[in-house]
C-alpha cells in the first residue's frame, strides 16, 4: 500500500516538474496555441509564468565570440640572384691588351648549376702593321669592343676558404660556357666564351670572383678570316639578392 | 658634493641644405634597419635531430645538430639549401629534403616547391637560353614563360641572328601546349606572332633595314636533366609578313638549357 502512495507522489512531482526536458516539447505546444481564456485575461499575471521562460531560447553556456586569429606564415627570402661588376684585362687579338669593364647577372639554379649573363666592354688598339706603318684601319668607334654571353655554369669545385683562425668562407671554383656576339670593327659576330673562375663569399650576401674565359669569334678583319681567341681575365664583386 | 654640467653652444653649425640630406639618410638607415627586423619562418624539428651544414652544399661538414622538439628560424634559402637559426643563436644550412620532415607552429608539416621531377611537371615560371639557326643564320635566343596551366605556358622570347649578309633581332610572344608535363621527355606544339627587324652588312648596294610584323607555328621538346635543369629544343616556322609581294617564310631551330622555379 505504502508503495503505491509512493508511486503516485512521485509520478505528481514529475508532472509538475515543467523544467525537465521530456515535457519541454509539450510546454512548447502549449504556448503556442494557448487557450482562450489565457488570451482573453485582462492583466497578465506580474510574474514570469515557467511558460514564458521557455518561450525564450534556451541560454547558451559559451558565447563564441572570440575571433580567429589568421595566422601569416612568413615567406623565405630566396637569395638566388647575384648581380655585380667586373674589371680586368682582355687580349684582342691583333689589337692588343686592353682594359675590360663589364655587369653580370647569375642565377643560381641550383646547388652545382648556375646561368649567367654578361655585359661588357673594350677598346682594341692597335695593331702592328697600324703602328708601324702609321695607316689606321679602324674608326675610333669601330675599335670600341662590347660583347654579351649567356652561359651556364658548375661549380666544380665547391668548398671554404680560410683567413687566419676564425674566420672561414665558402667558395667554389667552377666552370662556364656559353654563347653570345661580339661587336667589333664595323661587325656583329657569333661568339663561344668558355673558362673558369673562383668565387669566395666573405659574407652571404658578398662574392668575389676571378674569372678567366675565352671569347672565340670568326672573322676577317686583318684580310684572311680566321678564328679570334680574346683572352680576358678579370676581377669583380658581385652581391645576391 | 654636486656635479654641474654646463654646456656651450657650438659655433660650427650644420648648413641647412645639409640637414635634410643627414635627415633623410638617418630614415633611410631606419627604413633598413626596419626591414632587417622582418619576420622569420619558425619550424619545429619533429625527427630526431636536424642537420646544420657550415655551407650550402652536400659536402660542407655537419657541425651542429638541432634536437627534437626545438626550432630553428629560417633566415634565407640558397638553391637547395636554408640558412636557419636555432634557439641558442646558432647559425647553419639545413638541406631541404631534412627541413621537409620538421612542422610549422601548429603542427602541419612544412612544403616547400622542390627542384625535382614534381617542379618541372607543374611550376610556375621558367627560363632558358638557345642557340641555333634561323634562315641560315646564326641565332642566340633566351625565353621567359609563365605557366597558366601544367600544360599550357605563355612565352616570350628575344632572339639575335648574325648572318654572312644581315644581322638581325626577332621579339617573339606566343602560347605553347605541353602534351605530357609530367613525362621526362615531353613534346609540345607552339603558336604565336611577333616582329623581326633586319640589318643587312654593308654590301654594294645601299643596305636597308626592315622591320616586319611575323607569325609563327612550332614543334619542340624538353627533357628533363635533373634538379632544376631541363633540355628544351625547338623547331619553328615563321611567316614575315613584308611589303613584298608575297610573304617570306622563314625556319629557325633552336636547342638549349632551361630552368624552371
Redesign the interface.
Known amino acids: 500500500m505504502e508503495t503505491r502512495i509512493c508511486i503516485l507522489l512521485l509520478s505528481f512531482v514529475a508532472l509538475s516538474c515543467s523544467g525537465c526536458a521530456i515535457f519541454h516539447r509539450n510546454a512548447q505546444q502549449d504556448t503556442a496555441t494557448p487557450p482562450p481564456s489565457q488570451s482573453q485575461s485582462p492583466s497578465p499575471s506580474p510574474s514570469p509564468s515557467p511558460d514564458s521562460d521557455a518561450n525564450s531560447p534556451p541560454p547558451s553556456v559559451i558565447e563564441p565570440e572570440v575571433e580567429r586569429r589568421t595566422v601569416k606564415v612568413p615567406t623565405i627570402h630566396p637569395s638566388n640572384v647575384e648581380i655585380g661588376a667586373y674589371y680586368g684585362e682582355i687580349s684582342i687579338q691583333d689589337f692588343g691588351a686592353q682594359p675590360v669593364a663589364g655587369l653580370r647577372l647569375d642565377y643560381h639554379i641550383s646547388e652545382d648549376f648556375f646561368g649567367e649573363v654578361t655585359y661588357g666592354r673594350a677598346k682594341g688598339g692597335e695593331t702592328s702593321f697600324e703602328t708601324l706603318s702609321n695607316i689606321q684601319l679602324l674608326s675610333d668607334a669601330e675599335r670600341r669592343f662590347t660583347y654579351y654571353n649567356l652561359s651556364l655554369g658548375y661549380n666544380l669545385l665547391p668548398g671554404e676558404v680560410f683567413v687566419g683562425r676564425n674566420l672561414a668562407m665558402t667558395s667554389a671554383f667552377y666552370m662556364i660556357g656559353g654563347i653570345g656576339s661580339v661587336k667589333f670593327a664595323g661587325d656583329q659576330d657569333f661568339t663561344v666564351n668558355f673558362g673558369a673562375g673562383f668565387r669566395v663569399l666573405p659574407t652571404d650576401w658578398l662574392a668575389l670572383h676571378i674569372d678567366v674565359q675565352d671569347l672565340v669569334f670568326r672573322s676577317d678583319v686583318t684580310g684572311v678570316e680566321e678564328l679570334k681567341n680574346n683572352l680576358q681575365a678579370t676581377i669583380g664583386a658581385t652581391v645576391f639578392f | 658634493m654636486e656635479f654641474s654640467i654646463t654646456t656651450t653652444p657650438s659655433t660650427r653649425r650644420w648648413p641647412t641644405k645639409v640637414a635634410p640630406l643627414i635627415a633623410a639618410l638617418l630614415l633611410s638607415l631606419l627604413a633598413a634597419a626596419d626591414a632587417g627586423a ?4 619558425q619550424l619545429f624539428v619533429v625527427q630526431p635531430y636536424l642537420e646544420l651544414h ?7 661538414p655537419v657541425t651542429q645538430v638541432v634536437a627534437r622538439g626545438e626550432s630553428v628560424d ?10 636557419v637559426r636555432t634557439e641558442h643563436g646558432i647559425e647553419g644550412w639545413a638541406y631541404e629534403r631534412d627541413l621537409l620532415r620538421t612542422t ?3 603542427g602541419s608539416p612544412f612544403t ?1 616547391n622542390l ?1 625535382d621531377r614534381a617542379g618541372f611537371a607543374t611550376h610556375r615560371w621558367e ?1 632558358g ?1 638557345f ?1 641555333g639557326a634561323y634562315a641560315g643564320a ?1 641565332l ?1 635566343s ?1 625565353y621567359e614563360a609563365l605557366s597558366l596551366t601544367d600544360n599550357l605556358k605563355i612565352e616570350l622570347s628575344a632572339s ?1 641572328f ?1 648572318g654572312n649578309l644581315s ?1 638581325g633581332y626577332l621579339l617573339d610572344i606566343g602560347f605553347s601546349h605541353v602534351f605530357m608535363p609530367n613525362w621526362r621527355f615531353s613534346p609540345f606544339v607552339t603558336l604565336g606572332g611577333g616582329y623581326e627587324r633586319v640589318e643587312p ?2 654590301t654594294l648596294a645601299e643596305p636597308l633595314s626592315s622591320s616586319n610584323q611575323t607569325a609563327y607555328v612550332g614543334v619542340g621538346a624538353r627533357y628533363y636533366l635533373g ?3 631541363f633540355l628544351r629544343g625547338e623547331l619553328r616556322e615563321h611567316e614575315v609578313f613584308t611589303n613584298q609581294n608575297s610573304n617570306e617564310v622563314k625556319n629557325e631551330w633552336k636547342l638549349g ?1 632551361a ?1 624552371f ?1
Open positions: 622582418r619576420d622569420y619562418l657550415t655551407g650550402p652544399g652536400r659536402g660542407y629560417v633566415l634565407m634559402r640558397r638553391t637547395e639549401w636554408f640558412k610549422l607552429a601548429d616547400i627542384g627560363s637560353a642557340g646564326t642566340i633566351a639575335q648574325l644581322n652588312k654593308a634538379r632544376r635543369l638549357f630552368f622555379y
